[in-house]
């Protein structure tokens, strides 16, 4: 008697983070970037209450963030909670697939990325 057993595991599934390398020939990769660099303080932007699949979390949710809270400082690290998350444990809801097989659920906007690099921000993130 015997018996067989399999593991089976997507990459990029979870929480992680990208490399430069990633996206950017020469660009540095996770082994490149030192610990400290990797520490930094947050800022959670809030927008669960109104993000839908194809929310834009924008540079007026920031600006409300800001008028709430103060400036984001520079080298921050500024996470958009939009409550997706919720979805976490059933991945079909979580990709969301329309009809055309691509997935929605809610991200930051160009315009809102182009605004947080302003404020010289060490990354961003999103559940």
């Known amino acids: 008697m015997f018996r067989v057993q399999q ?5 990029g599934a979870g929480t992680h983070m990208d490399a430069p390398s990633h996206r950017i020939e020469g660009g540095k990769s996770i082994a490149d970037i030192p ?3 990797l ?3 947050s800022c959670v932007i809030d927008v669960s209450k109104k993000a839908d699949a194809d929310y834009a979390i924008s ?3 920031i600006e409300q963030y800001e008028g709430d809270y103060g400036k984001i400082p520079p080298g ?3 996470i958009g909670y939009t409550g997706w998350s919720r979805f976490w444990s059933d991945p079909e809801a ?3 697939l329309d009809g055309k097989g691509q997935m ?6 160009g315009k809102a990325a182009e605004f947080l690099l302003q404020r010289e921000i060490a990354g961003i993130a999103i559940d």
């Open 59 to 61: 540079v007026a949710d």
């Open 35 to 37: 610990l400290e660099q």
């Open 104 to 109: 929605h659920f809610p991200a930051f906007s």
């Open 76 to 78: 921050a690290l500024v």
């Open 39 to 41: 520490i930094a303080p």
């Open 94 to 96: 979580y990709r969301n």
């Open 7 to 11: 593991v089976k595991m997507h990459a």
